[in-house]
């Protein structure tokens, strides 16, 4: 597993970054800044007691630039635990 993917204990927050080469790190940092405007909806994956993976929606996030730079990883912070689709668009 090349990449990290991790969401804190209390859902609030996914820390992303690449494990294993500095400067793809650095370069996937630098990209997702150039807009740090955008949310991304997100699922996390998950296995059931019998083994069997699934995806749960944990909620709508936003880049916090402060702390991406800070870290030197894309940190997500949870803007809402809801999404409401648009059928009629």
Same mark, same amino acid.
């Given at each position: 597993? +090349?990449? %990290? %993917?991790?969401?804190?204990?209390d859902? *609030?927050f996914?820390f992303?970054y690449?494990?294993?080469?500095?400067e793809?790190? *650095?370069?996937? /940092?630098?990209d997702? +800044?150039?807009?740090? #405007?955008e =949310?991304?909806i997100?699922?996390?994956?998950?296995k059931? *007691?019998l083994g069997?993976?699934f995806?749960?929606?944990?909620?709508v996030?936003? +880049? =916090? /630039?402060? #702390?991406?730079?800070?870290? =030197?990883?894309?940190?997500w912070e949870?803007c809402?635990?809801?999404?409401?689709?648009? /059928? =009629?668009?």
């Amino acid at each position: 597993r +090349l990449w %990290n %993917n991790q969401i804190s204990e209390d859902g *609030k927050f996914i820390f992303e970054y690449q494990k294993t080469d500095e400067e793809k790190r *650095k370069k996937h /940092v630098s990209d997702i +800044l150039k807009n740090p #405007e955008e =949310n991304r909806i997100t699922f996390f994956r998950e296995k059931d *007691k019998l083994g069997f993976n699934f995806y749960k929606f944990v909620g709508v996030f936003k +880049l =916090n /630039v402060q #702390e991406t730079k800070k870290q =030197n990883k894309c940190v997500w912070e949870r803007c809402a635990e809801r999404y409401e689709l648009n /059928v =009629n668009a």
